[in-house]
């Protein structure tokens, strides 16, 4: 498991149902490592296991659905208080 | 100095399709490739197995084309014995939309022209359609936006997934001992004797037998052995979505997914050279399509976007066609390298091996074009 060298304050985000404190300015992608979730989604092909690889938004790898849209890379988008995030079971379906 | 039997120039899809289909008759086969920075259709295009519509004014292309479609499930299941490769090969029907009471009339008119031309050839008219209004067509897919008046529908058309067919050449034709040499650009062919000296490089490749199967690149490659080759290249950019759960089964002519979840969204035609760029234009055209054929996609998050170039001979038919300066030199171009695969493996390549073939080849040849022959 992954720690933080600095204290910081944080925020509250639900991941699949579970709420758990993830420091202000992290990326969802660093919170799935931080709280040991392990993989964050299957993929549509084979339904491998997948969890956050490059960090920087190349390797697509970390997608998750957050706040209710799907295939968002996870290590792109900010923590916030209140966030909901979901692991993704293979394709994603287009939001209505 | 390496010498085979025949050196085929290209290793995209058209090269590759020949190549295994020589190698296949026990013909000793080297494909001389030029590599990553080829202007590779082979890698950008949208891979559609596809007849209906195609050989207006050339009854002999639509009947050929055909040929190929009918040959396509015995091809794709070969190439998956050979390698285990899925080429992701569906034949279930495709349509062309069209999106008012004008574009239905063009597009029955266009058919219907296919199938007549053919009539007193006594040949194989290609086409096999019908002309569908809604709700027959809502029945097919779902989901269609409130512009589309209806589309044509052929049973016999499909698509694949290219890239696998490419791979699946390339190890196809391996297993048969032939030998790929990617990058080796091919800078000057001489004749030597009754056969060729290609010169790669510092080196010196020999052969019986040559087939310019290089796109684009023919135009320059083909005056080296007597033959003008008219053929340019023509832009067409594609966008690709993220993956998602199947929104619809069968293709259009512009827009498909794939068996692994994207939707593919084409395409333009432009003339720019070789630019292989994209623009916001060309995009937001493709985009504003597709989302007017289903709006839902309007939610589609996009991934990708490419530009790729057609290697598009000047009346867009197939060019196949045999040096009369040099009968051992053959030339083909085309810009349905997927479509056509199956027929370039099967017919095409047992024509350059020196087979009787029916449907024959030389509706395609160059003298249908009023050039000069290169002297």
């Known amino acids: ?96 | 100095m390496r010498g085979y039997d025949t050196v085929v120039v290209g290793g995209g899809l058209v090269g590759m399709a020949v190549a295994y289909g020589l190698a296949r008759r026990g013909i000793c086969v080297a494909i001389a490739d030029e590599g990553d920075v080829a202007y590779r259709a082979a890698r950008g295009n949208f891979s559609l197995v596809w007849v209906h519509g195609k050989g207006g004014g050339f009854p002999r292309y639509a009947s050929w084309t055909r040929t190929s479609v009918d040959l396509w499930p015995a091809f794709a299941a070969e190439l998956n014995s050979n390698t285990d490769i899925n080429v992701g090969y569906s034949k279930r029907g495709a349509v062309h939309i069209c999106f008012s009471d004008d574009e239905m009339a063009i597009q029955r008119a266009r058919l219907e022209l296919v199938a007549a031309e053919a009539e007193p050839l006594n040949i194989n008219p290609g086409v096999e359609f019908e002309m569908l209004e809604r709700p027959a067509l809502d029945k097919l897919m779902p989901g269609l936006g409130p512009d589309v008046v209806g589309a044509s529908f052929s049973a016999i058309d499909g698509h694949c997934n290219s890239l696998m067919l490419h791979e699946a050449l390339l190890k196809s034709f391996r297993n048969l001992g032939g030998d790929y040499l990617p990058n080796h650009r091919v800078i000057d062919i001489k004749p030597r004797g009754r056969g060729f000296s290609l010169k790669v490089g510092l080196e010196e490749i020999i052969c019986s037998r040559t087939v310019l199967a290089g796109g684009i690149a023919n135009s320059w490659l083909g005056p080296m052995i007597g033959m003008d080759v008219p053929v340019k290249a023509l832009r067409g950019q594609i966008i690709v979505t993220e993956r998602l759960k199947p929104l619809f089964n069968i293709p259009t002519s512009l827009m498909r997914q794939t068996d692994e979840g994207t939707v593919m969204l084409g395409d333009t035609r432009e003339d720019v050279g070789l630019d292989e760029g994209t623009t916001l234009q060309g995009l937001r055209k493709v985009a504003a399509n597709g989302v007017r054929t289903f709006p839902f996609l309007a939610n589609a998050r996009l991934v990708r976007a490419w530009g790729a170039l057609r290697p598009m001979p000047e009346d867009t038919f197939s060019i196949y066609s045999r040096s009369v300066e040099h009968p051992n030199a053959f030339v083909v171009n085309c810009h349905s390298g997927v479509t056509l695969a199956a027929v370039h493996a099967e017919h095409l390549a047992a024509w350059i091996a020196g087979e009787d073939v029916t449907p024959g080849v030389t509706p395609f040849s160059l003298d249908r074009f009023d050039v000069q022959t290169h002297a």
């Open chain 1, 1 to 96: 498991m992954f720690k933080h060298m600095h204290e910081r304050p944080t925020v509250a985000v639900t991941i699949d149902n579970k709420t758990v404190a993830v420091p202000v300015g992290a990326s969802v992608a660093a919170a799935i490592l931080l709280h040991d979730i392990g993989h964050c989604r299957t993929t549509p092909v084979s339904g491998a296991l997948r969890t956050p690889y490059c960090m920087m938004g190349v390797c697509f790898e970390c997608l998750m659905e957050i706040d209710g849209v799907t295939n968002c890379q996870a290590c792109l988008v900010t923590v916030e208080e209140g966030m909901s995030v979901r692991r993704q079971v293979g394709a994603s379906g287009l939001k209505p």
